[in-house]
T-cell receptor, first 114, second 110 residues
């Protein structure tokens, strides 16, 4: 079990569906991250939120829409995804934003696009 | 930009010692981190080196040489449960987030 909780664990959706991934942490961390990970590949950074404001968007397509409602929650809204978007989506948090900060990862949501 | 090189696979037997190397090219340097990820699991933080030298945490140690742009993760007294992927990581150019290496798959056999 990890201190960062992601739901759902698995998600299968069609290309026309709209769904959301959720991430929650109660460690008082002020930076939260979304990563995408394909099989046998490293996590790739998608978004960074720092103090509930979007800090980094790594040129992610607009069919992915992040939201940070409060300091504990991070959502990723999905719409009109493509089959190549099938991957493991990982949420992470750290005390503050920074590449020198240990990041705590959730177990991820395994997403399959039909 | 930032780039990292690490071996794709390493194999070892239980009780052995293994070293996973990582070389990096960065614009600015803010430190080298290591993460472990079991199949189907979350990456977990192992260590962070900002300064040259060896950092020891139980059976795992991490080393950094900034002049050589090189670091390694040393795993001692290997156990079957150490079979996993190991990623080195450096901060991005702005120092705000992590860039991961391609990962090293460690297989420990009995």
């Amino acid at each position: 079990d990890t201190e960062v909780t992601q739901t759902p664990k698995h998600l299968v959706m069609g290309m026309t569906n709209k769904k959301s991934l959720k991430c929650e942490q109660h460690m008082g961390h002020r930076a939260m991250y979304w990563y995408k990970q394909k099989a046998k590949k490293p996590p790739e950074l998608m978004f960074v939120y720092s103090y509930e404001k979007l800090s980094i968007n790594e040129s992610v397509p607009s069919r992915f829409s992040p939201e940070c409602p409060n300091s504990s929650l991070l959502n990723l809204h999905l719409h009109a995804l493509q089959p190549e978007d099938s991957a493991l989506y990982l949420c992470a948090s750290s005390q503050v934003e920074g590449g020198n900060q240990p990041q705590h990862f959730g177990d991820g949501t395994r997403l399959s696009i039909l | 930009g930032q780039s990292l090189e690490q071996p794709s696979e390493v194999t070892a037997v239980e009780g052995a010692i293994v070293q996973i190397n990582c070389t990096y090219q960065t614009s600015g340097f803010y430190g080298l981190s290591w993460y472990q990820q079991h199949d189907g699991g979350a990456p977990t933080f192992l260590s962070y080196n900002a300064l040259d030298g060896l950092e020891e945490t139980g059976r795992f140690s991490s080393f950094l040489s900034r002049s050589d742009s090189y670091g390694y993760l040393l795993l001692q007294e290997l156990q079957m449960k150490d079979s996993a992927s190991y990623f080195c990581a450096v901060p991005n150019q702005a120092g705000t987030a992590l860039i991961f290496g391609k990962g090293t798959t460690l297989s420990v056999s009995s």
